[in-house]
């Protein structure tokens, strides 16, 4: 192989290397964000069921006041049974009682009612600031166990660095700036290996980045000249192995 793709073919051993370690940083920033995401929801969850809380408290005041309302009604009618004057009037009161009674039990079904609905949603609030708890367990370790592989990750991609700013050195600017575009677009991989098929002549060739055959042409310019190629199909840069078949 001539200089020049040789250089890229070093760049670019690095450049795969670097997007590998990007991709996992990435991951690692995910794997935080998704459990923070998780502990927001329960959060968000809480914040819905207090509320309920709060409704369902005032509901059961309402109906408690109106059973403490009908019961001083009761009360007052029967402070009116001792002071009835006649039959009639007194038969009233006591029509009037037991009317108020007979709803008495209705409501106070609504009151029980109304405090086990408090009872439920507060129960359920429980469940959820205990799945908070964990959930901010979890995010605590995802975080110390990320900060430690975030921190060897970023030496890693330093030394690359170091690696790649070397090998680039000997790559031309112009031909270093189109192998730079395609490596960014391509998350690294910015070349592909002509592949040799066949086990005599005449050969297919299959570009080893997106596995389309190739035009013989490439790979015969490729024998003999130290030039930028690109694959039809993909547009990677070709390159050959010398130490492989013909
Ligand atoms: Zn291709």
Redesign the pocket.
Known sequence: MGRMLDALVKLQNVERQLAEVRSRLRRQNAAVAVQQHRVDECKATLVALQEQVLIKQKNAGAVELELKSRDAEVAKFRTALNTAKTNKEYAAFLTQINTIKADNAKVEDQVLKAMQDVDLVRTQAEQVKSSIAEAEKKLADVQANSAEEVKRLESIMAELTGRRNEAAKDVPADILSIFDRMASAREGDAM?LVEVQGKKPPFEYV??????S?NAEHANALRTRDELRF??????I?YLDFNAKP
Do not use: H, T
């Open positions: 592909a570009c080893g980045g997106c596995y389309m190739l694959c039809d199909c993909c547009g990677r070709l």
